[in-house]
């Protein structure tokens, strides 16, 4: 078993920033795909990025591409976001996830259901 937590979310004006980690507890298989959806309020859960916990390569919904940042530290077995320029639309609350069996990038890496592993999630508030 897998268990995710998320950190760092926060209240911030807008152009400012912030970093989200996900601390993952558990083994973690080289083969495994972590990514980032968030939730606002009324709205589906919607794909933000994700990364090979193998390569490191990244994949990112256009929206946030240029602002955002996914990372990862294998030895900490911790996920990152950095989030750069926020924007009032990035409120949410950020869930961090992890799946296996497909690559960190496409259709499937961007549909929740294929993370059978989720963080409880961590609030984002961007203020204009």
């Known amino acids: 078993q897998v268990q995710l937590v998320e950190s760092g979310g926060g209240l911030v004006q807008a152009g400012g920033s912030l970093r989200l980690s996900c601390a993952a507890s558990?083994?973690?298989?080289?083969?495994?795909?972590m990514a980032w959806f968030r939730q606002a309020p009324g709205k589906e859960r919607e794909f933000v990025a994700a990364?090979?916990?193998?390569?490191?390569?990244?994949y990112y919904t256009e929206s946030v591409k240029g602002r955002f940042t996914i990372s990862r530290d294998n030895a900490k077995n911790t996920m990152y976001l950095q989030m750069d320029s926020l924007e009032p639309g990035d409120t949410a609350v950020y869930y961090c996830?992890?799946?296996?069996?497909?690559?960190?990038?496409?259709?499937?890496?961007?549909?929740?259901?294929?993370?059978?592993?989720r963080g409880q999630g961590t609030q984002v508030t961007v203020s204009s």
């Open positions: 996830a992890l799946g296996d069996g497909f690559p960190a990038y496409g259709l499937r890496a961007t549909n929740p259901r294929n993370y059978p592993y």
């Open positions: 558990g083994r973690i298989f080289s083969s495994y795909v």
């Open positions: 990364i090979s916990w193998s390569t490191g390569s990244t």
